[in-house]
């Protein structure tokens, strides 16, 4: 539904969005992951039509963004991270509003604000002014906005920014409910919100796509990098990386800070997609040392992140 192209953002000098390469398919939730500043937010107004890129296109179906900008935003409703809203409004008057720009009147309108009410939870809340609400309430308020009319693809920024545990949880419910009939794009820097929201993330870092892919393949580990910890007695520091270096599937071995009287801690970086921990129980056994710790740290998206989005 979506693709992509060499999608580039300048602003004078400094790189925004540097050459991203992206297909979306119909009916995915797919999570733009990323520190502050990485670029996901000029992606989206990209997306969006908000922004002109500098260069690389956008095409939405049959329609490029620089053909028939106008044609894609009609296929989208955009939530920016901080609700557009008329604050002195009722919800329902706000709403109606909304409705009559987007060409909605008579019984077409009170349909679709009775279908909001319910999908968006503001059965109880349309007679109270905007300025009254919530932050999670306002944002339930942006998302009718976004979806008044009944778009094919919802983009939205950072949409749990700012709410509490249980308002964040309502929010994901919503979003799951359109995702599916909708394509959903939304960005986001909390990791559990995208594993918990998404079906694909796409991680970013300094412009550039870093990695791509749902959850499980992403933490899978066959392109990552293992962890093995290690604690041993009767061995000192030099003496065990200069042994485990020597090991095929091991491509690094650092000494770690003493936790306990006696034991020599190192952290083995293993090559991707390789299990070394019997070559190195090998290795230790051929000694006397003693091996009294042995863990692999085990890849979760927090791990991950960290490891593509630290700075070099």
Not at 90 to 98: F, P, R
Not at 178 to 196: F, P, Q, R, W
Not at 226 to 250: D, F, T
Not at 300 to 309: A, G
Request: charged share 25%; hydrophobic share 40%.
């Amino acid at each position: 539904m979506i693709h992509v192209e060499g999608l580039t953002k300048y602003y004078d000098d400094i790189c925004a969005v540097d050459h991203i390469d992206l297909d979306i398919k119909g009916g995915e939730i797919v999570g733009l992951l990323g520190p502050n500043g990485a670029g996901k937010t000029t992606t989206l107004r990209m997306l969006t039509g908000y922004f002109k890129p500098s260069a690389g296109d956008i095409r939405v179906k049959e329609h490029s963004i620089h053909d028939d900008p106008l044609a894609i935003k009609r296929l989208i409703g955009y939530l920016p991270e901080s609700a557009p809203l008329y604050k002195g409004m009722l919800v329902y008057d706000y709403l109606e509003h909304v409705a009559r720009i987007r060409g909605l009147d008579g019984a077409t309108l009170g349909k679709r604000l009775q279908e909001l009410a319910d999908m968006c939870g503001l059965r109880g809340i349309m007679h109270k002014t905007i300025d009254t609400l919530s932050k999670g309430l306002k944002q339930r308020v942006g998302l009718a906005h976004a979806m008044m009319s009944d778009p094919e693809i919802l983009v939205l920024d950072e949409p749990t920014s700012g709410l509490d545990p249980n308002q964040i949880v309502e929010i994901r419910e919503i979003i799951r409910k359109i995702g599916e009939k909708k394509t959903v794009i939304l960005s986001t820097h909390i990791l559990t919100e995208a594993e918990a929201t998404c079906d694909r993330i796409v991680i970013v870092n300094k412009g550039r796509i870093v990695a791509d892919g749902s959850t499980q393949e992403l933490t899978s580990g066959k392109d990552r990098q293992g962890r093995v910890q290690i604690g041993l007695l009767g061995a000192a520091a030099g003496e065990v990386v200069g042994r485990l270096q020597g090991i095929a599937g091991v491509s690094a071995v650092t000494p770690q800070p003493e936790e306990a009287p006696g034991v020599t801690r190192v952290q083995i970086l293993c090559r991707p997609g390789v299990d070394a921990r019997a070559d190195i129980y090998a290795a230790i056994k051929a000694t006397d040392w003693v091996l009294v710790e042995m863990n692999q740290e085990a890849q979760t998206l927090e791990t991950i992140f960290r490891e593509l989005t630290r700075e070099s």
